[in-house]
C-alpha cells in the first residue's frame, strides 16, 4: 500500500488502529518529495528533521493514549504563516534569513493537535499575485500539468496536497488565494469568514482582506484541518469570540430544501465555456440532490476588482513600511539613512514594488477621499449585496475563476489580465462571508475546473455540508 495516496482521513484512521506508524508515514512522505518535489517545487523548506522527530513524539503520544484529532499526521504551511526554528520568507528576498522566534497562532493549534509539519510551500512574494510566479525563489508547477501555473498565492501548499507531497496544507486568502489554486489544482480550499482563524503570526499583506485557509485532498480532509485551526485568539484584535462548532458532524450530506442563490454577474463575458458548462452541471447535481436553485443579483460585483485593487494596495503599502533596513528586516547599507532605505527595498520584487507605489499614492493627500475613500463605500454595498442576498438564500453557487491554468509566463507582462483572474473571488473578501472551492470537472485539456460556495458569516458549516453532499454523490 502507497500510505501517501490516503486521504487525511483515511491516514487518521489507520494511524488510530495502528496499521502504520507516523514515522513510517512522515518518512514516505519526505521520501515522495524528494522524487517528484524538484519537477513540482512546491516546498521552499524541507524540515525533515523537525518532522521526524514530531511523528516519533506522535507515535509515543498514542502509545500512552493520546488520540488528538491530527496527531501524527504530516500536513505543510504556507511561507507566510511564522514557524518557530523554521525559515520563513513569504517568498520575498527582504526575508530570506528569518527564522521565527515563535510560532503563529494557527501552527501552535496544529502542533497541540499532534500533526506533523513537513515543511513551507511557495508563494507569491508577500501573498501577492495568482500565479506562483513571484516568488522570489521558485516557480511552482501545476501537478496536473506542469507547463502551467497551479494558481496563487497559494499555489505551493494547493499542488502539495494535489501531488501527494502533503496530506492537507494551510494557506492564506486576500482576494482568492485559497480558492483560485484550489479550483486550478483539483482540490479543496475553505477561506472561513475573516476573524473564524486568527491571524497572529501571519505575515501582513492587507490586515483587513487576509485570512488562514486550508486545503485537503476531500471536503472532510479540508473539514478536519480548520476543526483544528479555527478558534479564537486574544493577541488578534480581529479574532472573533465565537464558538468553534463540530465542523466534522455537520458534513451529514443532506441538503434537501436549501437554498442556492446563482448569481448572474458571475457568468460574466470571457467565461471559458467548457468552466460555465461544468459548474451549470454541478448547479444541477445539487438540485437533484433536494436543494432550490434561485437566480440572484449581486449588482455591485463588477466594482469589487477595482475596489480590491485600491483597498489591499493601500493596506499593503501601510503594512511593508516596516521593512525600511532601520526597524525591521535587514538593512543592505546605503551612503545616509535615505539611500540604506532605498537599497533595502530594492530587495522587493517587482510585483509587491507595483503595489506600494499604488496603495502609497492612493492614500497621499489629495487622493485618499477620491480613491481610498470611494472604495470603502464600494465595499459597503458589496457588503450589503451579500447581506440581501443571504435573506433569501443559504448559500450562492459560482465559478471559482473564469479559466483553468493558465500556461507559466502566459500573464506575467500583463498585470491587468493577472488581476482579472481573480475577479470571481475578490467580492468574498470584501464582503467578510465565507468562500470555498470543491472540484467538479475538467476542460477538454485534462484541466481541473473548481464550483465556488458561499456563505454569510460564519456559515462554514453550511457551505462544507453542500460539498460535501456534491462530492459524494459525484465521487467514482
Known amino acids: 500500500m502507497d500510505v501517501t495516496t490516503l486521504t487525511l482521513t483515511q491516514l487518521r484512521e489507520a494511524l488510530r488502529r495502528k496499521e502504520i506508524s507516523s514515522v513510517e508515514v512522515t518518512q514516505a512522505m519526505l521520501d515522495r518529495i524528494v522524487a517528484a518535489d524538484n519537477e513540482i517545487q512546491s516546498y521552499l523548506t524541507i524540515s525533515d528533521e523537525l518532522a521526524l522527530a514530531q511523528a516519533a513524539e506522535a507515535d509515543r503520544r498514542r502509545a500512552q493514549g493520546d488520540d488528538s484529532p491530527l496527531l501524527g499526521v504530516p500536513v505543510a504551511i504556507k511561507d507566510i504563516i511564522c514557524t518557530k526554528g523554521i525559515p520563513t520568507t513569504a517568498g520575498s528576498k527582504i526575508l530570506e534569513n528569518f527564522i521565527p522566534p515563535y510560532d503563529a497562532f494557527v501552527v501552535e493549534k496544529l502542533k497541540d493537535a499532534g500533526a506533523v509539519i513537513l515543511g513551507k510551500t511557495n508563494t507569491d512574494e508577500f501573498a501577492m499575485g495568482s500565479s506562483t510566479e513571484n516568488s522570489a525563489y521558485v516557480v511552482t508547477r501545476n ?18 496536497v494535489a501531488a501527494h507531497l502533503a496530506y492537507a496544507a494551510l494557506g492564506t486568502d486576500t482576494g482568492g488565494s485559497v480558492r483560485q489554486p484550489a479550483s486550478f489544482c483539483g482540490v479543496v480550499g475553505l477561506r472561513p469568514t475573516y476573524g473564524r482563524i486568527s491571524r497572529w503570526g501571519v505575515i501582513a499583506f492587507a490586515s483587513s482582506l487576509d485570512q488562514v485557509g486550508t486545503f485537503g485532498r476531500t471536503v472532510a480532509d479540508c473539514t478536519a484541518l480548520f476543526q483544528v485551526v479555527a478558534g479564537y485568539d486574544r493577541r ?12 466534522e458532524a455537520a458534513l451529514t450530506g443532506d441538503i434537501k430544501g436549501l437554498r442556492v442563490g446563482v448569481p448572474k454577474e458571475y457568468f460574466i463575458e470571457g467565461i471559458e465555456p467548457e468552466v460555465e458548462t461544468a459548474v451549470r452541471a454541478a448547479i444541477a447535481k445539487l438540485e437533484e440532490l433536494g436543494a432550490e436553485i434561485h437566480e440572484i ?24 513600511g516596516r521593512y525600511d533596513g532601520i526597524r525591521y528586516g535587514p538593512r543592505v547599507p546605503g551612503k545616509d539613512m535615505i539611500d540604506t532605505v532605498k537599497q533595502t527595498r530594492a530587495l522587493f520584487g517587482p510585483e509587491v514594488r507595483r503595489r506600494i507605489m499604488l496603495g502609497t499614492y492612493a492614500l497621499s493627500a489629495g487622493y485618499y477621499d477620491q480613491y481610498y475613500g470611494r472604495a470603502l463605500k464600494v465595499r459597503t454595498l458589496i457588503k450589503n449585496d451579500f447581506k440581501t442576498a443571504f435573506e433569501k438564500v443559504d448559500v450562492i453557487a459560482a465559478p471559482v475563476s473564469p479559466t483553468t491554468a493558465f500556461k507559466i509566463g502566459e500573464r506575467v507582462n500583463d498585470p491587468l489580465s493577472m488581476y482579472l483572474a481573480d ?28 464550483l465556488q460556495l458561499i456563505g454569510d458569516t460564519l456559515a462554514e458549516a453550511t457551505i462544507l455540508n453542500v460539498a460535501y453532499a456534491y462530492e459524494q454523490a459525484t465521487s467514482e
Open 297 to 320: 443579483s449581486l449588482p455591485h460585483t463588477r466594482y469589487a476588482l477595482p475596489a480590491y485593487y485600491l483597498i489591499a494596495p493601500a493596506e499593503a503599502s501601510a503594512n511593508l
Open 423 to 450: 475577479i470571481l473571488t475578490l467580492p468574498v473578501n470584501l464582503s467578510a462571508s465565507c468562500g470555498l472551492s470543491v472540484p467538479c470537472g475538467f476542460d477538454s485539456n485534462g484541466l481541473p475546473i473548481g
Open 236 to 247: 488578534d484584535s480581529t479574532s472573533l469570540n465565537v464558538p468553534v462548532p463540530d465542523y
Open 143 to 160: 501537478p496536473w500539468d506542469k507547463s502551467r501555473v497551479p494558481g496563487g498565492s497559494s499555489g505551493g501548499s494547493a499542488a502539495a
